[in-house]
């Protein structure tokens, strides 16, 4: 899991690594940005049973559906479940539903527990 989340990083900061610390933070907010509104933007959710959580999503223009069960944080991609942390399908369902998709990282993700990794014992 890790090498995929350096691969990601490197991907994001690819051409940057020259800059100084300001224009390193800025150009990472903005091609984050970007990634996320277009992933966002190839997928749409097509139904949905708000009270069970459950939705399904339609990736664009592939056509491919996928089920999103938001209370079992499961996904038919599997990715959901592999990373533990929200899937683009799941980002579509809570930007459709208007909900937070920070309840669906797992707690292992959050800054207080990567925190507690670099505290010294």
């Known amino acids: 899991m890790t090498t995929n989340l350096v691969e990601c990083i490197n991907g994001v900061l690819k051409g940057t690594h020259n800059f100084q610390v300001t224009a390193l933070v800025r150009a990472t907010f903005y091609r984050l940005n970007e990634l996320f509104t277009r992933k966002r933007a190839e997928v749409e959710v097509s139904m949905f049973d708000r009270r069970n ?3 399904e999503v339609c990736e664009m223009p592939s056509g491919m559906e996928y089920a999103v069960d938001l ?3 499961q996904c ?3 990715d959901f479940q592999v990373d533990r ?3 683009r399908h799941v980002f579509a369902c809570c930007a459709n539903q208007h909900l937070d998709r920070q309840v669906y990282v797992n707690e292992v993700y959050r800054m207080d527990e990567v925190r507690k990794v670099y505290e010294q014992g």
């Open 85 to 87: 942390i929200p899937c």
């Open 71 to 73: 209370r079992h944080q």
């Open 76 to 78: 038919d991609c599997g």
């Open 53 to 55: 959580e459950v939705f």
